[in-house]
Each structure stands twice: as structure tokens, then as C-alpha cells.
């Protein structure tokens, strides 16, 4: 075969760090904008630091170097909200009202998420991440605490960055095995000992989260007891909010003596920068100040919103009013993990809004969207100066993507950053990821 016909060489990706890489790079950057090299070149040190970002015509004599050109270089993404047991039913239920959508679906599939059936799911599950992009997730578990230890020596085996919460539910619960006078201690000291164990395990790579479902299943004692253990150990608090109609109204009813769905979970004392709410749909001037006075976050999950038929979250008031929003996948009630398909889902979602109601606040750009799946969901988790941008003296938690698989039959190469981005929002491939690393350690799960 002639040399100018020989077929190119396999791109090879680092395992372990350190490592050097070249590719185009393109990422949020913590003082806000963006960076992007077309020709860049990536430092990570033995400790799966990134030392150095730059051009590479600038940084001659680095030594070996992984050559990804012309794959695209971006921060790992974030998962802010997302129920580990229910992969296996993702795109079961479309256009299921919320409460009629957990009775049939979800209840049953968690009532069955024992250890055994957690050792098989986790680890497919956090592959399944990887192949995605997400290198950090926030997750719900069932509500069996040995499930959720084999959920965490899943994570701590599989090397991604997770934060992993038992489901507290004492007003309704699935376990049978439990009588309801029993449920409430039971779950607080269950979750207070998965805490003590997996909490900023391996330096913090693995964290917990305390995680009464929402406000329907759980009775004031559950919320105030679990969001004071969540401030005493540093852990994080994670639940529901204002996601369908139906659930507000069941919440006005069930807790009287509440201003508003927001105010049940301030009452409790649940509201605070370690807090991150789920949904958010439909809520008052009221609800939206406080959140931001409060400094809680909000997990925008733009595509089991329309899955479930739940509502559109008007996402422009809310940053407009100062809440930090990051992005999630939802699954279940999202169809799949990817993040880059919750962006596409929210750039429509924004779009629809503005035409329907004359909104004239400006939509998100592809640029604002990778910044809610990566800087902003670290933000959300305080880790906004480890992860979540690609700059020297942060983890190199990173994906590598090869934007030939989004590209259009016949499309010339695009050399606008936005352009780029654009295709892998909008023309994602479920097969563009093709690796991710946490801490510079490669993920099991992208193809390579």
C-alpha cells in the first residue's frame, strides 16, 4: 500500500498518570469565559494534578507526548441528579404523572435493589457514566444501607468521583420488612454510619450525601434530624422540589404550617450551601429569593421534566435572580446519562419558552451550557477549586471526544469553538466520548 494511502495510526490514551497531552482544548474557566487552543498542550503530574495548559508551539520539551489530535479535550462533566437504582427502567413510563410514575415503576424496581443486585448495577452503571463524559455524579440510592455499601466499593473500585446518598423515607416506605414506628431511627442511624464510612474516602473522591426523598414521603423529624446530620459531619443534603403539580399540592397539604414547598425544607433547616434541590419547576418569587439568599443549589433536569410531563423549569429567572443551577440526567425519569443530551434538552426547552411566552431574557449559548454541566455542578458541590475547568493546580478529572462522529455527512471541519460545541450538543453520538479520566486515572467505560 503507498504511504500516501497507509492507514493512520491508532490514537493510544494514557492510563496513569503522568502524562502529557496534545489535542484541542477547550473549557470554562473559573473567572468566567472560556479557553480554547486549537493546538494545546496538557500537563497532569504523578499526583493527577494538571501543572500546565497551554498552546504547544509554547511549550517545547515536555518529553513524550499522548498525540489525541484531533480529538477535542474537555472538563469531565457533573451529574447533579441521578437514581442509581433506576437505570435499568430508563425510558420506561413516558408521559407518567410523577406520583403515579413512582408507584409503578420506581417503588418496585428500589424495593429490589438489594446488595447482590447493587454489585451488578453500580459498576455497569458508573461504565455507563464514563462512556458519557460524567466523571462526577451525584446519586440516590434505595433505602437498604448494605446496597449502598456495595454502591460505594463500586465507585471506589471504578475511580469515579462520586457522592452517594441511602434514600430516607419514613411517611411512605417500600421496605416491608420494617414497622413505621421503627423507619425513622432506623434510616438516621444507617445513613449516619454510611457516612462515617464512605465520607471524603480517598481524599475526598467519595462523599456522601444524607437524602430524604422529598417532602411526600417524609415526616418533619425525618427532615430536621437528617439536615442537622448533614451539617455535623460535613456532608452534603439532597432532595426534591416542586417537580409536579400534584406533589406541591400533597406537600401544602401534608405540612400545613408552610409558607410553600421551599419553606418545608427551611423549616427543617435544610437549606444552605451544602444543599442541592432537585427539579425546582414551579416556584414562587418568594421560593426563588430564598434560594439565593441561602445560597442552596438547584439540579436542572431538563429532559425527565418533559419525560414526566412535569413542566418546564424557567431557567433564565433563576440565574437572573442569582441561583446557581447545575445540570442533571435524572435517570430514570431522564431517558439516558448523557449530559451532553440534558444540554441539548434545555437549549430546546429555553427556546420553546422564549417563543411561547416572549421571554426576553437571552437563552444559553453552547458555551453556557458546558459551563452548567462542569464548573457550575462543581461549584455546587464546593469543588469548584478542584474540578470542573481545565487550569493548572485543579485534578485532571477530563473526557476526550472525537467530534468526527458528530460531524454531518459531507460538513468541512469546524474550527469555531462554538461551532464545535455546538455539534456535540446538538448532533451528540453515543459513541463520541472516547475517554475519561479522574484524578489523570482512566475510567472504565469509553471505548478508547
Not at 407518567?96 to 454489585?119: G, I, N, S
Not at 405540612?255 to 419553606?263: I, T
Not at 423549616?267 to 427539579?279: F, S, Y
Not at 443549589?297 to 418546564?312: D, E, R
Request: charged share 20%.
Amino acid at each position: 500500500m503507498p504511504a500516501s494511502e497507509s492507514m493512520p495510526l491508532p490514537i493510544l490514551l494514557p492510563d496513569q498518570p503522568p502524562f502529557n497531552l496534545r489535542a484541542r482544548i477547550l473549557t470554562p474557566l473559573a473567572a468566567g469565559g472560556h479557553r480554547f487552543e486549537a493546538d494545546g498542550l496538557l500537563t497532569v503530574d504523578a499526583a493527577g494534578r494538571i501543572t500546565s495548559v497551554g498552546s504547544f508551539a509554547d511549550t517545547p520539551g515536555l518529553g513524550p507526548v499522548f498525540d489525541l489530535r484531533p480529538w477535542l479535550v474537555l472538563p469531565g462533566l457533573v451529574d447533579l441528579h441521578v437514581h442509581l437504582p433506576q437505570v435499568p427502567h430508563a425510558g420506561l413510563g413516558f408521559g407518567t404523572p410523577l406520583l403515579d410514575w413512582l408507584r409503578r415503576y420506581v417503588f418496585p424496581l428500589e424495593h429490589d435493589f438489594t446488595e447482590a443486585v447493587a454489585e451488578v448495577v453500580a459498576p455497569a452503571v458508573y461504565r455507563g457514566f464514563a462512556a458519557a463524559g460524567t466523571t462526577t455524579a451525584l446519586m440516590y440510592g434505595a433505602v437498604y444501607e448494605p446496597s449502598l455499601d456495595a454502591a460505594f466499593r463500586a465507585a471506589e473500585a471504578h475511580g469515579i468521583r462520586a457522592v452517594i446518598g441511602k434514600v430516607m423515607m419514613d411517611r411512605l416506605t417500600y421496605d416491608e420488612t420494617l414497622r413505621p414506628s421503627e423507619v425513622l431511627d432506623l434510616s438516621l442511624r444507617q445513613s449516619a454510619d454510611l457516612c462515617d464510612r464512605w465520607h471524603m474516602r480517598d481524599n475526598g473522591r467519595l462523599r456522601y450525601a444524607f437524602t430524604p426523598r422529598f417532602a411526600v414521603s417524609c415526616s418533619p423529624e425525618m427532615l430536621r434530624e437528617s439536615a442537622a446530620l448533614a451539617k455535623a459531619k460535613g456532608a452534603y443534603w439532597q432532595t426534591h422540589l416542586a417537580e409536579d403539580r400534584a406533589e406541591i399540592a400533597e406537600v401544602a397539604r401534608l405540612f400545613p404550617g408552610a409558607r410553600d414547598y421551599l419553606d418545608v425544607y427551611d423549616q427543617a433547616g435544610g437549606l444552605g450551601p451544602r444543599t442541592i434541590l432537585a427539579h425546582a419547576i414551579h416556584l414562587s418569587d418568594r421560593e426563588v429569593a430564598r434560594l439565593a439568599e441561602s445560597g442552596s443549589h438547584l439540579a436542572h433536569c431538563p429532559a425527565s421534566n418533559l419525560f414526566l410531563s412535569s413542566g418546564i423549569m424557567p431557567l433564565g429567572r433563576y440565574l437572573e435572580a442569582g441561583v446557581s443551577v447545575g445540570l442533571g440526567s435524572d435517570v430514570a425519569g431522564g431517558p439516558d446519562l448523557s449530559l451532553f443530551g440534558a444540554m441539548r434538552v434545555g437549549g430546546y426547552v429555553q427556546n420553546a419558552l422564549k417563543v411561547a411566552t416572549g421571554d426576553p431574557r437571552p437563552i444559553l449559548d453552547p458555551f453556557a451550557w458546558l459551563r452548567m454541566a462542569s464548573f457550575d455542578g462543581a461549584r455546587s458541590l464546593g469543588l469548584e477549586d478542584e474540578i470542573g475547568s481545565i487550569e493548572a493546580g485543579k485534578e485532571a478529572d477530563l473526557i476526550v471526544v472525537d467530534t468526527a462522529r458528530t460531524a454531518p455527512p459531507a460538513a468541512p471541519a469546524l474550527d469555531d469553538p462554538a461551532e464545535i460545541l455546538s455539534t456535540l450538543i446538538f448532533r451528540s453520538h453515543p459513541d463520541m466520548v472516547r475517554g475519561a479520566w479522574v484524578r489523570g486515572r482512566r475510567l472504565d467505560g469509553p471505548p478508547g
